[in-house]
């Protein structure tokens, strides 16, 4: 089975567009691991394709502060600004969807997907510190994780943690042999709003039987989905960001 892995579409539907017409044809089924909103200026367009697509999804803070709960205290201006456009502009069947989704981690046939982590849907898996504790937490070989908009990951392998690499700039994609001794955490990278400094759209292929990962880039119209921002009124910042990846 071939999955496509998305994470951290955060509304843009011009980086999620690149995404489906890069990966067309190459998956049957589709994991995300949350934050489906905020930020960007088309919430509705993404969430009607990942209510008719995410074969398995997760929240993400943003879905969560979205859809009402009680908003992140660690959450900057600009991103409560937009989770609070993001409320205002959406039917209510739309908020209802985003109030439902599961906090993770959601469990397939040997893998699991969590927004933060496997153990809290708010950590943040920056480096290997972060990481190291979690091998017990693990109850699948493999574990699709976004939250950090950092595509990459571990593994742990004999010996201990080793990182995965992503693309570098003049690169279209990593590929990654999975070995079935080890235990992985994979994040996909953001395809809305990628903070790895590459502002190319990220995303990944998982083909369960071929034990390979996919890690890929690809670029997008950043602009529209700039000039998307602007007109919905949403913070300036929000739209610069999106041409550094940052
Ligand atoms: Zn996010």
């Keep these: 089975m071939r999955r496509l892995i998305v994470s951290d579409i955060h509304s843009n539907f011009e980086a999620l567009t690149a995404v489906l017409e890069d990966a067309s044809g190459e998956y049957k089924e589709v994991v995300c691991c949350g934050d489906v909103v905020g930020y960007n200026a088309n919430p509705a367009e993404v969430i009607a394709w990942a209510r008719n697509h995410a074969d398995y999804i997760v929240r993400g803070n943003h879905d969560r502060a979205c859809a009402g709960f009680v908003e992140d205290e660690d959450m900057n201006a600009y991103a409560i600004a937009a989770n609070l456009w993001t409320q205002s502009v959406l039917p209510a069947a739309d908020l209802a969807w985003l109030r439902d989704l599961p906090a993770g981690p959601v469990f397939g046939d040997g893998f699991q997907v969590a927004h933060g982590s496997p153990i809290d849907e708010d950590d943040y898996l920056l480096s290997s ?58 994040n996909p990278g953001s395809v809305g709003q990628p903070r790895d400094r590459d502002a190319r759209a990220a995303y990944a292929i998982w083909d369960s039987e071929e034990r390979l990962l996919y890690l890929r880039r690809v670029k997008y119209d950043v602009r529209e989905a700039q000039s998307r921002i602007l007109e919905a009124g949403l913070p300036e910042l929000l739209a610069e960001r999106l041409a550094f990846g940052r």
Excluded: N
């Design 129 to 186: 510190i972060d990481v190291e504790p979690l091998e017990y937490a693990l109850m699948r070989p493999i574990c699709f994780v976004g939250h950090t908009h950092h595509q990459g990951g571990w593994s742990w392998q004999r010996g201990g943690l080793v990182p995965v690499s992503r693309p570098v700039a003049a690169e279209k994609e990593r590929v990654l042999d999975l070995d079935p001794d080890y235990l992985y955490i994979i």
